[in-house]
């Protein structure tokens, strides 16, 4: 038995099999336990040596069955180890990274740029009050310019901005009419309209507002040329046409003037070579003096642009809407590395 018994396990590869070589010796029914069963059918001085004979073979079984069982599970868990192990030498898988939208960049650049002369950053509500957008701005109820802007209405006294002008009637009254000031206020504005490649009910303005004693027109001027080199290049230059707006007088629409042609082809704009980017002029004597500015000592100038207009200008973007889509095949254009 016991020669029998220690040849199979040195066989055996896996651990099932070597449970059922301890049942076949040592089980109940093993062939063992069926010898030491027999041993009262023997004599008295047989039963010793033979009992003596037995327990050997068991103790040499059941030594050699654990040290199998060793054995197997060591090899097991090498195999294993060998298969989990990790190649840290591997390039890693890269990780997608978001950046700003085109939109962002664009605004922070152009903030930026006015921040670099002085402008400091302000904000206003989205849903404003029929005042504020309005009447502040020397467009009293009724005014016929109000049709320029088709307004969201959300009561009779409060509308979603169609503007950020807004924000000027605001700025102006936080500064108490005793105060210069410059800035600028980007934010989101609302129109009646129906969308489409160049319309979109929902659009960025960027506000600017310059108050102080002596404002002149050629300061607006100059500070748009600025901004206009800066921001599209050197050779660029701006014309100011005349314009309405009830809150400016006198006031302007800026074009810049389109790229010259050359090997590389030409910038977006066709026909004229000029472009409308911006509207703007001096602040109108009335909105000084509701918000409490003495027009005889103060004077002002500003503007309202469109961000949207510029990144599109500026990279050939054809279509508003794929600022809004977040078509990331898009959008991933203008991330930096
Ligand atoms: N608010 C005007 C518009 O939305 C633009 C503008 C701003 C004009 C400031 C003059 C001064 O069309």
């Not at 997608?96 to 922070?108: A, D, Q, Y």
């Not at 042609?261 to 030409?266: A, D, V």
Request: net charge negative; glycine share 8%.
């Amino acid at each position: 038995i016991r020669v029998e018994a220690l040849e199979r396990i040195a066989e055996v590869e896996d651990i099932k099999t070597l449970q059922d070589i301890r049942i076949t010796y040592l089980g109940k029914k093993g062939s063992l336990t069926s010898v030491l069963k027999g041993m009262g059918k023997l004599s008295k001085e047989e039963r010793p040596v033979v009992g003596e004979i037995a327990n050997k073979v068991r103790d040499a079984i059941t030594t050699s069955l654990e040290a199998k069982i060793e054995v197997l599970e060591n090899a097991a868990l090498e195999k294993q180890l060998e298969a989990e192990s990790i190649d840290v030498t591997l390039p890693g898988r890269p990780v997608k990274v978001g950046g700003p939208h085109l939109l962002t960049s664009i605004v922070e650049e152009i903030e930026d740029l006015f921040i670099g002369m002085g402008y400091e950053i302000k904000e206003g509500p989205e849903v404003e009050t029929d005042y504020f957008n309005f009447e502040a701005l020397n467009l009293p109820k009724n005014h016929p310019a109000r049709d320029m802007q088709d307004t969201f209405y959300i009561t009779n006294e409060l509308l979603l901005r169609t503007h950020t002008s807004p924000v000027q009637a605001r700025t102006m009254r936080e500064y108490k009419g005793i105060k210069p000031f410059k800035m600028i206020c980007p934010g989101k504005v609302y129109r009646r309209d129906n969308d489409d490649a160049t319309h979109s009910h929902q659009f960025t303005q960027i506000e600017g507002l310059y108050v102080d004693k002596n404002v002149r027109m050629s300061d607006l001027k100059g500070t748009l040329d600025t901004f206009a080199k800066k921001m599209f290049g050197e050779d660029r230059s701006i014309r100011l046409r005349p314009s309405f707006f009830p809150f400016t007088e006198p006031s302007v629409e800026m074009d810049i003037s389109c790229k010259v042609c050359n090997g590389e082809g030409c910038s977006v704009c066709k026909g004229t070579g000029w472009i409308e980017i911006l509207g703007g002029g001096m602040v109108h004597p009335n909105v000084l003096e509701m918000a409490g500015y003495d027009p005889q000592v103060y004077s002002g100038f500003a503007f309202g642009m469109g961000p949207e207009r510029i990144a599109m200008l500026k990279y050939g973007v054809n279509d508003i809407r794929t600022f809004y889509t977040n078509d990331v095949r898009f959008l991933k254009q203008y991330h930096q590395a």
